[in-house]
């Protein structure tokens, strides 16, 4: 749900303390179901999903109720833990450490629907290895749509990486196990594979993808090593189900949440956590090869709920 076009919205924090806590008094004798209605609504309206919403109004209510919350500083520390152990991965992982597989290649595969981030994330994950001595090689393997190969060489020029290619129409996966030997024939450690934007709904696009994981996999064990899927930050519960529908028919290792920056929104990245079984690794916040950001569930819930 966005906010419309007036002008800069308040931050999450101010329209809930202006909604459910104007009167410090309200908290002193408990909230009643009229604050915590709005409470709930208001977080919904930011994108953080009906279920993790009921949660974080419930834990607030509860703790509220035993006088633990005395002042609108206090609600907020409340809200701000409740987010960290939702958004928590859970899996024991840096979110930001790839995958390495001995002997390489190691293999990242870059999945999502059109128009969500893909190249652009393949590109930023390509510079943050790059920095961290990885030697990458690119592969489009969007053959799907013009100008995708171009687009991604275009990233590789200018972060000095070879990148493989195929004509327009080939198989995608094709392209990917070119590019897998390829990276063995150029002592490439890590190879970044950029595939088409495909539509949820689309059946035959999502097998498209399912190939070119089986295929690289022949090429080089257990690959893909991590399959990442690129979703837009912007766009709520959509994000959501496409989230579910690529889990059903991907191992997905983890998600890389775009178009983070520029909005006040943000809620976006706690529906996904809560309602997906995925850890989040990665927030795009902006255009450039450099705006990635690895995710920590305290900075984003601060974030979410700053002045
Ligand atoms: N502001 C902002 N824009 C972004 C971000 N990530 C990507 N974009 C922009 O979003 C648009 C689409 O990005 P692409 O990387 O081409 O998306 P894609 O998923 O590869 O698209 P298709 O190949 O058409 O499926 C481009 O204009 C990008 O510059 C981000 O984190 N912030
Ligand atoms: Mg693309």
């Known amino acids: 749900m966005s906010g419309g076009a007036g002008g800069p919205e308040p931050g999450l924090w101010s329209r809930l303390k202006r909604l459910a806590l104007s009167d410090v008094g309200v908290l002193v004798r408990g909230l009643g179901r009229i604050e915590l209605d709005s409470f709930e609504r208001t977080l919904i309206e930011a994108d953080l999903g009906v279920a993790a919403s009921a949660e974080l109004v419930a834990d607030v209510a509860e703790r509220a109720r035993r006088g633990e919350l005395t ?38 595969l870059v999945v999502g629907v059109n128009g969500s981030g893909k190249t652009t994330a393949a590109a930023k994950l390509a510079a943050r290895l790059g920095r961290e001595g990885r030697r990458v090689l690119l592969a489009a393997a969007d053959t799907y749509r013009a100008g995708a190969a171009e687009q991604l060489e275009e990233w590789a020029a200018r972060l000095d990486l070879p990148c493989v290619t195929g004509t327009s129409g080939a198989d995608p996966a094709a392209v990917a196990f070119d590019a897998v030997q390829a990276a063995t024939a150029r002592a490439r450690d890590t190879v970044i594979v950029d595939t088409a934007g495909r539509l949820h709904t689309q059946d035959g696009l999502m097998q498209e993808v399912q190939k070119v994981a089986r295929v690289v996999g022949r090429r080089s064990p257990g690959a893909p090593h991590e399959t990442l899927l690129v979703l837009d930050g912007s766009t709520g519960q959509n994000a959501v189900q496409q989230g579910r529908v690529f889990a059903g028919a991907l191992p997905i290792t983890g998600l890389f949440v775009t178009k983070l920056d520029g909005t006040a929104r943000g809620g976006t990245v706690v529906a996904l956590r809560r309602e997906l079984a995925l850890p989040v690794r990665f927030l795009g916040v902006g255009e450039a090869a450099g705006d990635l950001e690895v995710f920590d569930p305290r900075t984003y819930a601060k974030r979410l709920l700053a002045d």
């Not at 960290?84 to 450490?97: E, Q, T, Y």
């Open 71 to 108: 002042s609108p500083e206090d609600v907020r520390g409340a809200i701000e833990d409740r987010l960290v152990s939702i958004l928590d991965p859970r899996d024991g992982r840096d979110p930001g450490a790839l995958a390495r597989a001995e002997p390489g290649p190691t293999v990242v």
